[in-house]
T-cell receptor, first 116, second 111 residues
Framework: AQTVTQSQPEMSVQEAETVTLSCTYDTSESNYYLFWYKQPPSRQMILVIRQEAYKQQNATENRFSVNFQKAAKSFSLKISDSQLGDTAMYFCAFMKPLGIGNQFYFGTGTSLTVIP | ETGVTQSPTHLIKTRGQQVTLRCSSQSGHNTVSWYQQALGQGPQFIFQYYREEENGRGNFPPRFSGLQFPNYSSELNVNALELDDSALYLC??????????FGEGSRLTVL
């Protein structure tokens, strides 16, 4: 079974500063994907960034980047130049292919507050 | 905007009742998944449908069932509601890719 652990229930950061959210996972799968999703108070989950396990290069999406350590099964999210709109719940997710379609496993989330 | 819409947004039921939640996916998204998100928790996989057939299921009892229709809409049905079924139910669609597109969810309260 796959598990995803987010050990930081809450975090805060000053506007324009950098913050790192932690995530570890456990799996015996060799083919998988990792994601960070953002869930603002509006409730809609929005994809922040995606990492394919077979890629050694860390994914980057504008102000968002990841530190993917496959051997350590660690997948942290770095948010640079934090903005007020970044305030949300952030979920780390592991995805294993199901043949046709996929099954996602989510962590319990980290509530991030950006302070003006 | 993900193009996935869910209804109703909120509803209240009592123990033992049955509920149907609906989801409309993006056109062409032939795979739909349902997730249960309890308060303060991450979403948990209920099941997935591909071309109107269930092709994956999480650790949920048979009283959780679903349907997918040719027009990319789908339903989640829960029978014999229990208090612990109170949660946000999320629908997510995909087109055989690795990204899920989520709706805003249906908040179910069971009294």
């Amino acid at each position: 079974a796959q598990t995803v652990t987010q050990s930081q229930p809450e975090m805060s950061v000053q506007e324009a500063e950098t913050v790192t959210l932690s995530c570890t996972y456990d799996t015996s799968e060799s083919n998988y994907y990792l994601f960070w999703y953002k869930q603002p108070p509006s409730r809609q989950m929005i994809l922040v960034i995606r990492q394919e396990a077979y890629k050694q290069q860390n994914a980057t999406e504008n102000r968002f980047s990841v530190n993917f350590q496959k051997a350590a099964k660690s997948f942290s999210l770095k948010i640079s130049d934090s903005q007020l709109g970044d305030t949300a719940m952030y979920f780390c997710a592991f995805m294993k292919p199901l043949g046709i379609g996929n099954q996602f496993y989510f962590g319990t989330g980290t509530s991030l507050t950006v302070i003006p | 905007e993900t193009g996935v819409t869910q209804s109703p947004t909120h509803l209240i039921k009592t123990r033992g009742q049955q509920v149907t939640l609906r989801c409309s996916s993006q056109s062409g998204h032939n795979t739909v998944s349902w997730y249960q998100q309890a308060l303060g928790q991450g979403p948990q996989f209920i099941f997935q449908y591909y071309r109107e057939e269930e092709n994956g299921r999480g650790n949920f009892p048979p009283r959780f069932s679903g349907l997918q229709f040719p027009n990319y809409s789908s339903e989640l049905n829960v029978n014999a509601l229990e208090l612990d079924d109170s949660a946000l139910y999320l629908c997510a669609s995909t087109i055989a890719g690795a990204e899920l597109f989520f709706g805003e969810g249906s908040r179910l309260t069971v009294l």
